[in-house]
Protein backbone atom coordinates (compact mmCIF):
# COMPACT_ATOMS: atom_id res chain seq x y z
CA UNK A 1 0.00 0.00 0.00
CA UNK A 2 1.21 3.36 -1.12
CA UNK A 3 1.47 5.81 2.37
CA UNK A 4 1.74 9.24 0.34
CA UNK A 5 5.49 9.65 0.96
CA UNK A 6 7.05 11.66 -1.41
CA UNK A 7 9.79 13.20 -0.05
CA UNK A 8 9.54 16.75 1.60
CA UNK A 9 10.04 20.61 -0.35
CA UNK A 10 10.84 23.93 0.28
CA UNK A 11 10.29 27.17 -0.87
CA UNK A 12 12.18 30.77 -0.77
CA UNK A 13 12.10 34.22 -1.93
CA UNK A 14 13.55 37.61 -1.66
CA UNK A 15 11.97 40.76 -2.85
CA UNK A 16 14.15 44.40 -3.37
CA UNK A 17 11.18 47.29 -3.53
CA UNK A 18 12.11 50.67 -4.50
CA UNK A 19 9.48 53.40 -5.00
CA UNK A 20 9.89 56.57 -6.78
CA UNK A 21 7.32 59.43 -7.52
CA UNK A 22 6.48 58.54 -10.87
CA UNK A 23 6.94 54.91 -10.60
CA UNK A 24 8.46 51.75 -9.53
CA UNK A 25 10.19 49.14 -9.76
CA UNK A 26 10.24 45.37 -8.59
CA UNK A 27 12.64 42.26 -8.17
CA UNK A 28 12.58 39.51 -6.65
CA UNK A 29 14.81 36.00 -6.18
CA UNK A 30 13.18 32.63 -5.26
CA UNK A 31 13.44 29.06 -5.13
CA UNK A 32 11.70 25.83 -4.49
CA UNK A 33 12.95 22.35 -4.34
CA UNK A 34 12.54 18.77 -3.10
CA UNK A 35 14.09 16.22 -0.76
CA UNK A 36 13.38 13.60 -3.24
CA UNK A 37 10.40 11.82 -4.85
CA UNK A 38 9.61 8.10 -4.04
CA UNK A 39 7.15 6.52 -6.79
CA UNK A 40 5.88 3.13 -4.27
CA UNK A 41 5.74 2.36 -0.37
CA UNK A 42 8.89 -0.24 -1.07
CA UNK A 43 11.12 3.14 -2.23
CA UNK A 44 12.65 0.91 -4.97
CA UNK A 45 12.03 3.69 -7.25
CA UNK A 46 13.42 7.03 -6.47
CA UNK A 47 13.50 10.80 -8.11
CA UNK A 48 16.97 12.51 -6.70
CA UNK A 49 16.71 15.97 -5.05
CA UNK A 50 16.07 19.25 -6.32
CA UNK A 51 16.45 22.88 -6.42
CA UNK A 52 15.67 25.49 -8.91
CA UNK A 53 15.93 29.37 -8.65
CA UNK A 54 13.47 31.30 -10.49
CA UNK A 55 13.79 35.64 -11.07
CA UNK A 56 11.34 38.47 -11.67
CA UNK A 57 11.54 41.87 -12.39
CA UNK A 58 8.54 44.33 -12.87
CA UNK A 59 8.11 48.07 -13.56
CA UNK A 60 5.35 50.19 -12.89
CA UNK A 61 5.56 53.94 -14.72
CA UNK A 62 2.49 56.71 -13.90
CA UNK A 63 2.27 59.46 -15.93
CA UNK A 64 -1.18 61.41 -16.00
CA UNK A 65 -4.09 58.96 -16.05
CA UNK A 66 -2.06 56.30 -17.58
CA UNK A 67 -0.54 53.45 -15.39
CA UNK A 68 1.81 51.38 -17.22
CA UNK A 69 2.98 48.67 -15.75
CA UNK A 70 6.02 45.78 -17.65
CA UNK A 71 7.03 42.12 -16.14
CA UNK A 72 9.30 39.36 -16.71
CA UNK A 73 9.98 36.22 -15.20
CA UNK A 74 12.54 33.35 -15.85
CA UNK A 75 11.16 29.87 -14.26
CA UNK A 76 14.43 27.32 -13.50
CA UNK A 77 17.05 29.66 -14.36
CA UNK A 78 19.79 27.37 -14.19
CA UNK A 79 17.77 24.50 -16.56
CA UNK A 80 18.06 21.77 -13.72
CA UNK A 81 16.43 18.34 -14.93
CA UNK A 82 14.01 17.16 -12.22
CA UNK A 83 11.17 14.77 -11.78
CA UNK A 84 8.12 17.06 -11.78
CA UNK A 85 5.32 14.46 -11.05
CA UNK A 86 4.74 11.16 -10.10
CA UNK A 87 2.91 8.59 -11.30
CA UNK A 88 2.19 5.97 -8.82
CA UNK A 89 1.92 2.11 -9.69
CA UNK A 90 2.61 2.49 -13.25
CA UNK A 91 2.81 -0.41 -14.60
CA UNK A 92 5.57 0.39 -17.48
CA UNK A 93 8.23 1.53 -14.82
CA UNK A 94 7.90 5.32 -15.94
CA UNK A 95 6.85 6.85 -13.09
CA UNK A 96 8.33 9.66 -12.64
CA UNK A 97 7.47 13.06 -15.70
CA UNK A 98 9.66 15.45 -16.52
CA UNK A 99 9.46 19.24 -15.21
CA UNK A 100 9.36 22.06 -17.96
CA UNK A 101 12.96 23.64 -18.09
CA UNK A 102 13.91 27.11 -18.01
CA UNK A 103 11.26 29.49 -19.55
CA UNK A 104 10.53 33.23 -19.78
CA UNK A 105 7.07 34.81 -19.24
CA UNK A 106 6.71 38.54 -19.94
CA UNK A 107 3.63 41.20 -19.98
CA UNK A 108 2.86 44.16 -19.96
CA UNK A 109 -0.39 46.19 -19.28
CA UNK A 110 -1.43 50.17 -19.67
CA UNK A 111 -4.70 51.55 -17.30
CA UNK A 112 -6.30 54.89 -17.39
CA UNK A 113 -8.09 56.67 -14.61
CA UNK A 114 -10.92 58.97 -16.35
Given at each position: ?????????????????????????????G??????????????????????????????????????????R?????????????????????????????????????H?R?
Amino acid sequence: MFDGRVGSSRRAACCLTPNAVSGSSRRAAGGSGSAGQSSSSSETDAAPAWTIGNLRAGVTHVTGPWTLRAFVRVNNVTDVDYAGSVIVGDTNGRYFEPAPGRNVFAGASAHARF
